[in-house]
């Protein structure tokens, strides 16, 4: 494979449809685009399909999210594909919710799965989609945010979002880091 795109998440009925999922919503979303299918595979479920002639993996690690790395640094090694050509999808408390941004390397910012892909492949030097879930919780209450269901009104704006950011992959992977950055990080 020529790119690796990893949406992060946790595994299991009690987290789905939690704003610390979207990553395995928006990659769920680009293999309905591209009409493939998860299979569980070696730590992770794995997608397969072609962009542009290019071939490309997608996974969400059933590791669950702090310990993301392991899924990454394996599907990497195993597709053979340039530490650049990866794309992580996470969720941010720091971005309002619907943004995005996408960045060419950056500071995992507080999120586990970020930190422990920076600690097994030894530098944060990779792709990263951040989709802003907004930080609408009292002191204390993060993780149970984290880990909450989206609310009705966040529900109905979701579908936009998760388009929006699948529309960014498929950028990354057709036009590259700098002009899906420049087209998408506005805004």
Same mark, same amino acid.
């Given at each position: 494979?020529?790119?690796?795109?990893?949406?992060?998440?946790?595994?299991?009925?009690?987290?789905?449809?939690?704003?610390?999922?979207?990553?395995?919503?928006?990659?769920?979303?680009?293999?309905?685009?591209?009409? =493939? $299918?998860?299979?569980?595979?070696?730590?992770?479920? @794995?997608?397969?399909?072609?962009?542009?002639?290019?071939?490309? *993996?997608? /996974?969400?690690?059933?590791?669950?999210?702090?310990?993301?790395?392991?899924?990454?640094?394996?599907?990497? =090694? $195993?597709?053979?594909?340039?530490?650049?050509?990866? @794309?992580v999808i996470v969720d941010d408390l720091a971005l309002p919710f *619907?943004? /995005?941004?996408?960045?060419g390397k950056g500071s995992p910012g507080g999120h586990n799965g970020?930190?422990?892909?920076?600690q097994l492949l030894g530098n944060s030097s990779y792709a990263r989609?951040?989709?802003?879930?907004?930080?609408?919780?009292?002191?204390?209450?993060?993780?149970?945010?984290?880990?909450?269901?989206?609310?009705?009104?966040?529900?109905?704006?979701?579908?936009?979002?998760?388009?929006?950011?699948?529309?960014?992959?498929?950028?990354?992977?057709?036009?590259?880091?700098?002009?899906?950055?420049?087209?998408?990080?506005?805004?």
């Open positions: 494979m020529q790119f690796l795109i990893a949406g992060l998440g946790n595994k299991g009925a009690e987290y789905k449809n939690t704003r610390h999922n979207i990553g395995f919503e928006v990659v769920d979303k680009l293999a309905s685009d591209f009409a =493939t $299918e998860f299979d569980l595979a070696k730590q992770a479920w @794995l997608a397969e399909f072609k962009f542009k002639g290019k071939p490309v *993996g997608m /996974i969400k690690p059933s590791t669950y999210m702090n310990l993301s790395g392991k899924a990454v640094r394996y599907w990497l =090694t $195993e597709g053979k594909v340039k530490q650049e050509n990866l @794309l *619907g943004t /995005i941004r996408i960045k970020l930190k422990n892909i920076d989609l951040r989709i802003g879930i907004g930080d609408n919780y009292r002191k204390g209450q993060q993780v149970d945010y984290v880990l909450g269901q989206w609310t009705k009104q966040e529900q109905e704006e979701l579908p936009f979002i998760i388009d929006k950011a699948a529309d960014a992959v498929k950028s990354f992977i057709g036009h590259g880091l700098n002009n899906t950055m420049s087209n998408f990080n506005r805004g």
